[in-house]
T-cell receptor
Framework: GENVEQHPSTLSVQEGDSAVIKCTYSDSASNYFPWYKQELGKGPQLIIDIRSNVGEKKDQRIAVTLNKTAKHFSLHITETQPEDSAVYFCAASRVRTSYGKLTFGQGTILTVHP | GAVVSQHPSWVICKSGTSVKIECRSLDFQATTMFWYRQFPKQSLMLMATSNEGSKATYEQGVEKDKFLINHASLTLSTLTVTSAHPEDSSFYIC????????????FGDGTRLSIL
């Protein structure tokens, strides 16, 4: 089955700096890669996703890049703000098989210091 | 946007009690819903895939008689933790996907279950 490795496990940055979180996956058939933000006591919230036919996607301060050959994808947050502090999870799946079952990375605790 | 509602958000009950958690997709139909369990400071662990009108598919190591799943309609799936014990205490989260558009999974806000 799929295995997703996520690094780093914790990340501390100053407000205004950029933050980068990296994930690698093992199943070359995976074709959908979402990123979720989870705040304390809440469920994960989708912040951005990318499909395997695209190398990069951007939404305001958030961007995701995908390298299919190397089987890794990254989340980039620019101009970080204290409200970006949360746990971030990457995930991978095959969209049209296994009901789109997601395999999650271990999570990254991001802390943005004012 | 898509919303998934989970209820209750917090349950405290005595050992031996059965607890039912509801997961509803509010603005789309979900043939498939997913149930996860999350321990503190850990990732989400998929417990089972809930399919409308058929039996759920459980992940390896998850006791199907312990965690009963019913997906009776296109907008509602329920997870019942039967004869709960303290080791069942955890954060349970559901998700649903709008398959008509091959959409992403959207998650509920979870249920904090504490068994005394």
């Amino acid at each position: 089955g799929e295995n997703v490795e996520q690094h780093p496990s914790t990340l501390s940055v100053q407000e205004g700096d950029s933050a980068v979180i990296k994930c690698t996956y093992s199943d070359s058939a995976s074709n959908y890669f979402p990123w979720y933000k989870q705040e304390l006591g809440k469920g994960p919230q989708l912040i951005i996703d990318i499909r395997s036919n695209v190398g990069e996607k951007k939404d305001q301060r958030i961007a995701v890049t995908l390298n299919k050959t190397a089987k890794h994808f990254s989340l980039h947050i620019t101009e970080t703000q204290p409200e970006d502090s949360a746990v971030y999870f990457c995930a991978a799946s095959r969209v049209r098989t296994s009901y789109g079952k997601l395999t999650f990375g271990q999570g990254t605790i991001l802390t943005v210091h004012p | 946007g898509a919303v998934v509602s989970q209820h209750p958000s917090w349950v405290i009950c005595k050992s031996g009690t059965s607890v039912k958690i509801e997961c509803r997709s509010l603005d789309f139909q979900a043939t498939t819903m997913f149930w996860y369990r999350q321990f503190p400071k850990q990732s989400l662990m998929l417990m089972a895939t809930s399919n409308e009108g058929s039996k759920a598919t459980y992940e390896q190591g998850v006791e199907k008689d312990k965690f009963l799943i019913n997906h009776a309609s296109l907008t509602l799936s329920t997870l019942t933790v039967t004869s709960a014990h303290p080791e069942d205490s955890s954060f349970y989260i559901c998700s649903a996907r709008d398959e008509r558009v091959s959409g992403p999974q959207h998650f509920g806000d979870g249920t904090r279950l504490s068994i005394l």
